[in-house]
C-alpha cells in the first residue's frame, strides 16, 4: 500500500482535506436522504395500520402488534391491515432492487425487468398455476420464478453478440413482455370464472386479499436475496462503468453478473408471484432513489426504501383517495408511464445514449 | 459516369427482380385462395370437400344448406372475409408507418394504438351511456389516431428522429398508462367489465357483416390511398433531403400516409380488437422477397397480411377445438420470435 | 518510481468466438517505457491490447506478467498491477469528477471497509497528476470530451497501477485534447516511470510519443522496436498499404509519414526534400541522423 502511494505524487494537505469535504458532504446527504425515506416508509406503514373503515389509534395499533387482544382491531389491523402492509414493504422492495440492479448492470434506465418481460414471465406463469391449474401457493412460486428466469435467460441470449447488446436485450424483452402479457388475457379471458379481482391482480398489480400465510416466500427472498445484493454492491458499481472497466477494477464480470441477476430476477418473480406485476415499481424505485441520495453512489438500498414507500404511498391513494377502491397497480400505472414518457423524451433531447 | 458504366450490369438484375416479384404475386395469390379454403374446411366440425363446395354455392345463390357440414362452412365465410380485409390492412398500415417513420418496427400493436381504441371505446361505455355497434367503431377510431400520433410524437422528440427502441418504449409506456386507466373506469363498472374482456383479445370471430360495413369505406379509401403513395414513399425511403430533391412534398405525403396508415389499423382494431405482430411481420418478410420497392412491397404485403391471419384464425379454431384460441394470441406467439430476428438484424444505436 | 514488470505474450492467439483476430504474436513490453500498438483498421490492434488486460481470454498462447500466465492471477490482485483506459467509457448519470475517480480505489478496497485517507491522498493525487482538481466537485457530464478524457485517465490512475493499457485514448478528441491527453500520458511515464502500452490510430503521433512501436497487418506482428526502425516508407506500405514519404518531424525529430495519395506523386513537400524520389532512399539517408536524435535514453520527446 506504502509503496503505490510513492508511486503518486505528493499533493498538498489542503488539496486531500478538498476532496474529503466534498466526499463527506455527499456522504451526509445520502445518510439524511436514507433517515428520511426510512422515516417515511415507516410513517406510511403506520398508516396503513391505522387507517380503514374504522380508524384506530397508534396505541391499538401497538396493542395489536404485541398480541394483545383488543376487541375489533385485533382483526382489522392484525388480519386485514398488518399483510397487506408488510406485503406492501416487501413486494415494494423487492421491486425497487431488482429494478435498480437491472437498471445499474445494463446501464440503462429503461432496462428494468417489468419493461424487458420478465414481470410478464412470472404473471403469466402465476396465473396458469392459480387461474388454470389451480396449483398452490409454494407450487405457483416455484413456476414464477422458473419461468421468469426462463424468460431473462431467453431474451439475454436472444439479444447476445453483436454490438450494442443493451438497445436490442431491451427492444427484444419489448417484445417478449407483449407476447406473455397476452398469453396473460388470454388465461385471463379462457377461465372459467371471469373474477375481477384475480384479473385486476395479473394485470395490474394488487394487494386486496393479502394474508399472512403468503408472505412467507416473499419475505424468505426479500431477507435472502437483498443483503447478497447488498454484498455485492461495490461490484454493481464497477459493472455500471462497463464490462471492461470491471475487468480492469478486478471485478470478475461473469460470475457477479450472473449472482446479480438470478437475484434480482428471483425478487422480481416473487414479488409478482405475491402481489401481480405492480406497474412500474420497479422501473421507478432506482432512478427516483438516484435523485433523492444523489448520484454517485448504490442505489440498491435508497430504491428498496422507495420501492417500498412508492407501494405503501399508492396503496394508500387507491384505498382512501377515490370513491371506488383502485388496486394500487392501476395509481402507480397511471403515475409512473408519464415518468417514463418524461425520461424518454428527456433523454431523446440531450441525444445522447441512455 | 459511374452510373453509365452501372447500366448495363444492372439491367438483367433488375429484370431477375422484377420476374422474382411478379413469381411472388402470383404465390400470394394463390396463398389467398389456399388460405380462403383451409379458413372454410377447418374448424371445430370437420366437413368435406363436397361440403365446402356446397356451402359456397348456396351462399353464393342466397340459400341456406341443409346439411349440416354446409351451414357449418357458410357459418365461416364472415369471420373469413373479416379475417382476409382485416389481415391485408394491418399488414398495409404496417408497411405505411414503417416507410413513414423509416423505422422496421413500426407496427400498430407496438404503438398502442389498440390499448388507445380501447380506452375511447371504455369510456364511450362508462360515460355516454355508449351501446350501438357504429358508435363503439367511431370511438375506436379516434383513440386509435390519437393514441398513435401521441407515441409517433414522443417517439420522434430529439435529434435522430424516431429510432425502433424510442417509439417501442413510447408505445410500452403509452400502452401501461392507458390500460391503468382503462382498468381504472371499468373496476367500479362491473357490467361494462364483462363487456370489455373481450377487448383484451384480437379476435376476428366477433365482428359480423353489419360492424364490418361501419368500417369498410375506412378500409377501402385507407387502401387506395396507401397505394397511391407508393412511389412517393420511394422517393422517402432516401431521406427527407433526397426527397425534397426529387420533387415530393415531404410533410404532406407523411401525413397522408400516416392518416391512411392509422385510419387502416384502427379500423380493424374496432371490429376485431388488439391484433398485433401482423404488421410488423408481413411487410418485413415481404421485403425479404420483393425487396423494398414500395409500389410492390404494399400490395404484397396486403396479400401477405390477408394470408397470415386468415391462417392464424384458422389455426386458432383447429388447436382450440371445440372452442377457439383467438387470432390475437397465434399473431403474438408467431411475431416475437419475429421481432427477434428484426432487432438481431437492425444495428441500433443504444437508444 | 513504479516496480518494474515484465510483460510478455508467447505465440499469443485471440479474437472473438471463432473468428481469430490475432495469431502467433510473441511481444516483450519494455518495463517502464511507452509502447504504441499500430495498423490499419481492423488489423488486431485493440484485440492484442483487450488480450493483454485479460478482457478478451487468449485462444492459444498466453499473456505472462512477471512469468505468471495472467488467466492464474487472481483478477483483483492483477487489477493492482495493470490499470486499463477502455475505449470510449460511459460515465454513470451525474457522477462527480471525485466519486468517479473514487471507483478507481475498488482493487484496494476490502468488503466493509470504510473509505481511508489513504484512498482520499490517492484520489486527490491522481486527480491533481490528470490536472482535473479544480473539477473535483463538477458533473462529469457537464465537461467537456478532453476534461472527460483526463477525468477517466485520473480514474486509472487511482487504481495505483504499475502498468497502464489505454485503447485509443485520444479518440474522438479534437487535435488539442490529442496532444494534451498524450503529453500526460508523458509526464506520467517519465516521472512515474508508469510502463504505458497504448494502441493509436494516428501513426505521426504514435511515432512521436512512442519509445516503442508494435505494427500489426493481419493479426501479427510486421515489426517492433524504436519508432525510427519501425516507421520507414517500405512498412508503411505494407501495414496500410499506402505509397508516402517518411521525413523526420520538424518538431520532434521523429519519423513522420506523408501519404502521397494519387494525385501528389513524386511532389516532394518541401524544398529541401526536392527530388527525392524514391522514399525507401530517403528514409535510408535520413535514418543516422534520426538514431542519434532518438536513442532510447534521450528525452526528445519531453516538452520543453
Known amino acids: 500500500m506504502a509503496a503505490l502511494l510513492d508511486s503518486l505524487p505528493a499533493v498538498s494537505d489542503a488539496d486531500v482535506e478538498r476532496v474529503r469535504a466534498g466526499r463527506r458532504r455527499r456522504s451526509r446527504r445520502r445518510t439524511v436522504a436514507l433517515v428520511v425515506l426510512s422515516v417515511l416508509a415507516v410513517a406510511l406503514f403506520a398508516a396503513m395500520l391505522m387507517l380503514g373503515n374504522t380508524i384506530y389509534p397508534v396505541s391499538d395499533v401497538l396493542a395489536v402488534l404485541r398480541g394483545e387482544d383488543v376487541s375489533g382491531a385485533s382483526f382489522a389491523v392484525g388480519t386485514l391491515r398488518l399483510p397487506r402492509a408488510l406485503t406492501a414493504v416487501l413486494a415494494g422492495a423487492a421491486f425497487g432492487v431488482a429494478g435498480s440492479t437491472f437498471q445499474t448492470m445494463l446501464r440503462n434506465p429503461l432496462a428494468s425487468p417489468d419493461v424487458i418481460g420478465i414481470t410478464s414471465g412470472a404473471s403469466a406463469a402465476a396465473v396458469l398455476s392459480i387461474v388454470v391449474l389451480k396449483w398452490s401457493g409454494t407450487a405457483t412460486m416455484g413456476l414464477s420464478l422458473a419461468v421468469g428466469i426462463l424468460t431473462a435467460l431467453v431474451i439475454y441470449l436472444a439479444a447476445r453478440g453483436g454490438d450494442s447488446t443493451g438497445g436490442r436485450l431491451i427492444l427484444i424483452g419489448i417484445g417478449v413482455g407483449a407476447m406473455l402479457d397476452s398469453v396473460v388475457a388470454y388465461l385471463l379471458l379462457k377461465a372459467a370464472v371471469w373474477d375481477l379481482a384475480v384479473a385486476t391482480r395479473w394485470m395490474t398489480g394488487s394487494l386486496n386479499g393479502s394474508r399472512m400465510e403468503d408472505i412467507l416466500p416473499l419475505a424468505i427472498a426479500v431477507v435472502v436475496l437483498v443483503p447478497i445484493v447488498l454484498f455485492l454492491a461495490r461490484d454493481l458499481g464497477a459493472l455500471e462503468l462497463g464490462d471492461s472497466w470491471a475487468t480492469a477494477l478486478g471485478v470478475r464480470v461473469d460470475r457477479t453478473r450472473v449472482l446479480l441477476v438470478v437475484a434480482a430476477v428471483a425478487l422480481a418473480c416473487v414479488a409478482t408471484a405475491t402481489t401481480g406485476p405492480i406497474a412500474f415499481v420497479a422501473f421507478l424505485a432506482g432512478p427516483i432513489a438516484a435523485r433523492i441520495v444523489g448520484p454517485g453512489s448504490s442505489v440498491v438500498l435508497p430504491a428498496a426504501l422507495t420501492g417500498a414507500c412508492l407501494v405503501l404511498a399508492a396503496d394508500l391513494l387507491g384505498q382512501f383517495a377515490f370513491d371506488t377502491k383502485f388496486p394500487v397497480g392501476v395509481i402507480t400505472g397511471i403515475l409512473g408511464a408519464p415518468y417514463l414518457i418524461y425520461l424518454l423524451v428527456r433523454t431523446s433531447r440531450r441525444g445522447g445514449s441512455a | 459516369m459511374t452510373a453509365t458504366l452501372a447500366t448495363p450490369r444492372r439491367a438483367p438484375a433488375a429484370s431477375a427482380g422484377a420476374r422474382r416479384r411478379v413469381v411472388a404475386l402470383v404465390v400470394a395469390v394463390v396463398a389467398v385462395l389456399l388460405a380462403v379454403l383451409l379458413s372454410l374446411a377447418f374448424g371445430s366440425r370437420p366437413v368435406t370437400v363436397d361440403q365446402v363446395v356446397e356451402g359456397i354455392t348456396t351462399w353464393l345463390r342466397g340459400e341456406t344448406p341443409t346439411d349440416i357440414g354446409a351451414i357449418a362452412v357458410q357459418s365461416r365465410i364472415p369471420r373469413t372475409v373479416v379475417a382476409l380485409l382485416a389481415g391485408s390492412a394491418l399488414a398495409l398500415s404496417g408497411a405505411l408507418m414503417q416507410a413513414i417513420t423509416r423505422n422496421p418496427l413500426a407496427d400498430p400493436g407496438i404503438l398502442g394504438v389498440n390499448t388507445g381504441a380501447a380506452l375511447a371505446v371504455v369510456i364511450g361505455i362508462a360515460f355516454f351511456g355508449l351501446s350501438s355497434a357504429a358508435g363503439y367503431l367511431v370511438l375506436a377510431l379516434i383513440g386509435a389516431f390519437v393514441t398513435a400520433f401521441f407515441v409517433y410524437f414522443v417517439g420522434s422528440v430529439g435529434p435522430g428522429g424516431t429510432t425502433p427502441i424510442k417509439l417501442a418504449l413510447a408505445g410500452a409506456a403509452t400502452t401501461a398508462a392507458l390500460s391503468s386507466l382503462v382498468a381504472a373506469i371499468l373496476l367500479p363498472r362491473q357490467a361494462v367489465m364483462d363487456e370489455f374482456r373481450y377487448w383484451q383479445v384480437g379476435n376476428v370471430g366477433r365482428a359480423d357483416w353489419g360492424s364490418l360495413g361501419v368500417v369498410l369505406p375506412v378500409l377501402v379509401i385507407g387502401t387506395i390511398v396507401a397505394l397511391l403513395c407508393a412511389s412517393a414513399l420511394n422517393a422517402l425511403a432516401l431521406g427527407d433531403d433526397v426527397a425534397v430533391g426529387l420533387g415530393v412534398h415531404v410533410g404532406r405525403i407523411r401525413v397522408v400516409a400516416a392518416v391512411a396508415g392509422v385510419g387502416l389499423c384502427a379500423a380493424v382494431t374496432a371490429i376485431a380488437g388488439p391484433i398485433g405482430f401482423v404488421g410488423l411481420m408481413v411487410p418485413h418478410a415481404v421485403r425479404l422477397v420483393a425487396g423494398t420497392d414500395q409500389r410492390w412491397l404494399l400490395p404484397l404485403s396486403a396479400l401477405g397480411g390477408a394470408v397470415l391471419l386468415t391462417l392464424a384464425d384458422t389455426i386458432g379454431r383447429v388447436i382450440g377445438s371445440p372452442g377457439e384460441v383467438e387470432a390475437g394470441i397465434i399473431t403474438a406467439f408467431l411475431g416475437a420470435p419475429v421481432l427477434i430476428a428484426i432487432a438481431r438484424r437492425t444495428r441500433m444505436k443504444a437508444l | ?304
Open chain 3, 1 to 304: 518510481m513504479s516496480a518494474q514488470h515484465e510483460i510478455r505474450t508467447e505465440q499469443l492467439r485471440s479474437g472473438y468466438g471463432a473468428r481469430v483476430v490475432v495469431d502467433g504474436v510473441d511481444l516483450v513490453v519494455p518495463s517502464g517505457r511507452i509502447s504504441v500498438i499500430v495498423g490499419a483498421n481492423a488489423c488486431g490492434k485493440s484485440t492484442l491490447l483487450k488480450t493483454i488486460a485479460r478482457l478478451l481470454p487468449a485462444q492459444d498462447g498466453a499473456v505472462v506478467l512477471d512469468g505468471r500466465r495472467i488467466d492464474t492471477i487472481p483478477t483483483k490482485e492483477l487489477a493492482r498491477t495493470l490499470g486499463l483506459l477502455p475505449q470510449q467509457p460511459v460515465a454513470p448519470e451525474g457522477i462527480v469528477v471525485t466519486d468517479l475517480v473514487g471507483r478507481g480505489r475498488h482493487p484496494h478496497q476490502k468488503l466493509f471497509r470504510p473509505w481511508t485517507t489513504a484512498d482520499d491522498q490517492a484520489v486527490t493525487s491522481a486527480m491533481a497528476a490528470a490536472g482535473v482538481l479544480d473539477l473535483a466537485d463538477r458533473a462529469v457530464d457537464e465537461l467537456s470530451g478532453g476534461q472527460r478524457q483526463r477525468v477517466w485517465i485520473a480514474m486509472a490512475l487511482a487504481q495505483s497501477t504499475d502498468v497502464l493499457l489505454l485503447d485509443e485514448p485520444t479518440t474522438f478528441l479534437d487535435v488539442s485534447h490529442q496532444i494534451e491527453v498524450l503529453d500526460l500520458l508523458t509526464d506520467l511515464n517519465r516521472t512515474r516511470g508508469t510502463t504505458i502500452v497504448m494502441v493509436l490510430h494516428d501513426i505521426n503521433l504514435a511515432a512521436r510519443y512512442a519509445d516503442h512501436m508494435v505494427a500489426l497487418r493481419a493479426g501479427r506482428v510486421v515489426a517492433d522496436g524504436p519508432p525510427h526502425a519501425v516507421v520507414t516508407a517500405e512498412l508503411v506500405r505494407e501495414v496500410f498499404a499506402l505509397d508516402s514519404l517518411v521525413v523526420p518531424d520538424p518538431v520532434s525529430g521523429a519519423p513522420m509519414v506523408l501519404p502521397r495519395g494519387r494525385h501528389h506523386v513524386g511532389i516532394a513537400p518541401g524544398g529541401a526534400l526536392d527530388g527525392v524520389a524514391d522514399p525507401s532512399s530517403a528514409a535510408a539517408s535520413l535514418a543516422p541522423a534520426l538514431s542519434s536524435a532518438l536513442s532510447p535514453t534521450s528525452d526528445v520527446l519531453e516538452r520543453p
